[in-house]
């Protein structure tokens, strides 16, 4: 079975081109920052937020030194607020990937407030056709909440979005899944 995390990668290697504006809203150890990095390229620009100074460290040294990354120690709720700072305005993509940092301690995790605070001024800056992937953990602590309340965020949004859940059906425990937003007009 592909794993959510892989699934997003495949779907953004077949959005994003040189020269893109995209949001890592959880850096974490810096996986999907990398990726983005590559995909945009030198001409792009990818905006790694992360709330956890460890985790920006461990990005940074993944993407050892590529210019078009800039790391921002901040939660993602206030994106909107670096975005304008920084002069930019529609992205092609944004990536969250929520709960806790693997191996960190698990106190410091993504919260329902913050991550659809966060998604929301994601998705009042997306270009059409652009993308936002969200990797849900309904089986840790907290996760089935945090889950539950984005999918029915998603499930209100209007039809300028197309929302897709990719999940597995009949595990015996909660498995992680994938939503894709795309926004069609
Ligand atoms: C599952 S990890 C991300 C994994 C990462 N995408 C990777 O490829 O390695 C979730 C991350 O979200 C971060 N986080 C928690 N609350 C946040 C917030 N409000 N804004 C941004 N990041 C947050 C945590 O510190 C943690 O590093």
Redesign the pocket.
């Known amino acids: 079975m592909m794993r959510a995390t892989e699934l997003a990668h495949l779907l953004m290697r077949q959005s994003l081109k040189a020269g893109d504006r995209v949001i890592?809203?959880?850096?974490?150890?810096?996986?999907?920052t990398l990726l983005l990095a590559e995909l945009v390229g030198p001409t792009g620009r990818v905006f790694g937020?992360?709330?956890?100074e460890e985790?920006l460290a461990s990005t940074a040294r993944r993407v050892d030194g590529l210019p078009q990354v800039t790391l921002i120690h901040a939660?993602?709720?206030t994106l909107a607020e670096h975005l304008r700072a920084n002069g930019q305005d529609r992205l092609a993509a944004a990536?969250f990937?929520?709960?806790?940092?693997?191996g960190a301690p698990k106190d410091?995790?993504?919260?329902t407030e913050?991550t659809l605070a966060?998604l929301q001024q994601a998705l009042a800056h997306l270009a059409t056709q652009g993308i936002v992937t969200l990797v849900l953990y309904p089986g840790h602590p907290g996760g089935a909440e945090e889950a539950a309340a984005v999918r029915s965020y998603t499930r209100g949004l209007n039809e300028d979005f197309a929302v897709t859940r990719y999940a597995r059906i009949n595990a015996s425990a909660p498995a992680p899944e994938l939503l894709v937003i795309e926004r069609l007009h």
């Open positions: 890592d809203a959880t850096t974490g150890n810096g996986h999907d937020f992360d709330v956890q985790a939660g993602h709720e990536m990937n929520l709960g806790y940092l693997p410091i995790m993504t919260r913050t966060g």
